[in-house]
């Protein structure tokens, strides 16, 4: 029973590290069942969502859930679980060493820095304003503008921890910028140096998710990361809503 518990501990630690971080459900689900498959258990339930997963072996009558209360993007961790659960399937380390690597995964992964985040954020608004048809002479508003809101969204979502205002208050502050920049000369055309901005923002990967769950059978899960992508965006055009209609 002890080796049951511990191969069912592994299943959902692997899966819940994977759903935190921006995996889409069908290779949750393919991870999960290959490293219960290869620790021995030859027909696994298992249920995820993007709130919880549920495990269960039917011939042992064992089962546990595991919740997911947080959701962020590092891809660096989805694909260290994924080479770790292929290291398993090959033999080369065993269930309590593959247990021990994901409890360690879980709370020490290295993740970038705020100044290089800062950096690709503000690289990312001035390349996207001069692709979508932007003026070279908006470059610098861009990157203030994009920097701002980075910024404020950076912030406001690790010290507060509150869904969708972090969205609403950094392109609030990207709207103040752009307008600002162009009354005072800094730049040409608020649109694009906004539009530039955002981009940092938008919520790209969920809604990439979403589209891949949906096409992979998930409804629910790739439903749910839908309605979280569609309010991400609404707090993004209210913040930048507010502004032009004030100012």
Known sequence: MERDDQIIETVLLAGKIMIENGADMARVDDTMTRIARNAGIKDPKIFETTTGILMSLPEKRASQVEPIQKRTIDLEKVSSVNQQSRAFQKGQISLQEFRDSLIKLNVTSPFFSFWLQLVAATVISVTLMLMYGGAWQDMFA?????????????????????????????????????????????????????????????????????????????????????????????????????VFRFM
């Not at 969204?153 to 509150?162: A, E, G, K």
């Not at 609030?172 to 040409?188: D, H, K, M, P, S």
Request: with cysteine; hydrophobic share 50%; glycine share 14%.
């Open 142 to 242: 861009t990157a203030l503008a994009g920097g701002f809101g980075y910024s404020c969204y950076y912030f406001i979502n690790n010290r507060l921890q509150v869904r969708f205002v972090s969205e609403f208050l950094g392109a609030f502050l990207i709207g103040i910028t752009a307008v600002l920049c162009v009354r005072w000369g800094a730049g040409n055309q608020i649109d694009m140096i906004t539009i530039g901005g955002v981009m940092p923002l938008v919520p790209g990967v969920p809604i990439t998710n979403a589209v891949r769950d949906v096409f992979a059978g998930h409804f629910l899960s790739g439903m749910a990361r839908a309605l979280e992508s569609l309010l991400s965006a609404c707090a993004i055009g209210m913040g930048i809503a507010f």
